[in-house]
């Protein structure tokens, strides 16, 4: 492919490989894939193995360097538990040791958000259900609580605890599965 994004892209992509993670797919087995058919908010949620996706190009280079890490503590799997937390913070150090604070600052913020939802409340719930709102799309015939523990597992939650939580998961899910239901039958 030559189109200019993606080379954009896979240029930030091995800068990235070379001064983070400079130990891991020493084989290179793993590729970059721009993939704009992803749904909303899917570059995670659509993992795959040896493939690194993004459903398109940021414009902003500091976006693109901070999707690219969040991408690639991910290339063990698709949960965003404590393992990926983990690789995000090393990545954090890692940045602030390169001179590079404002990404440093990104990365432990997307970590925050994740671990502890008092600290950005508000958007951190946000997210949250549009992250329920997109598992119901992709995970058609599934009950509220089938897809909840989905959502819940991938945030290193039980439901038990996403439903304390996230109070509105239920309301936000059921909803979405009754949308869906009904778009359905138009469609
Ligand atoms: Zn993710």
Not at 61 to 83: F, K, N, R, T, V
Not at 128 to 151: F, K
């Amino acid at each position: 492919m030559t189109d200019p994004d993606f080379e954009r892209a896979q240029k930030a992509y091995e800068d990235i490989r070379a001064a983070f993670f400079p130990r891991w797919d020493r084989r290179r087995s793993w590729k970059l894939e721009i993939d704009p058919s992803l749904p909303r908010n899917g570059d995670c949620g659509t993992w795959k193995p040896k493939t690194i996706t993004l459903q398109f190009v940021l414009a902003d280079a500091e976006e693109l360097d901070q999707l690219l890490i969040h991408e690639i503590c991910h290339a063990p799997g698709p949960e965003h538990g404590s393992p990926w937390q983990r690789r995000m913070m090393a990545a954090a150090t890692k940045a602030e040791a390169l001179g590079r604070s404002q990404l440093s600052a990104r990365l432990k913020e997307e970590v925050d958000g994740l671990r502890d939802p008092r600290s950005k409340g508000e958007a951190s719930a946000k997210y949250v259900y549009s992250t329920i709102e997109d598992a119901v799309m992709e995970l058609p015939g599934l009950s509220s609580d089938e897809i909840l523990a989905r959502v819940a597992q991938s945030r290193g939650l039980s439901l038990a605890e996403l439903k304390m939580r996230y109070k509105r998961s239920e309301k936000v899910c059921l909803k979405a599965i009754q949308e869906e239901a009904l778009y359905r039958r138009k469609a």
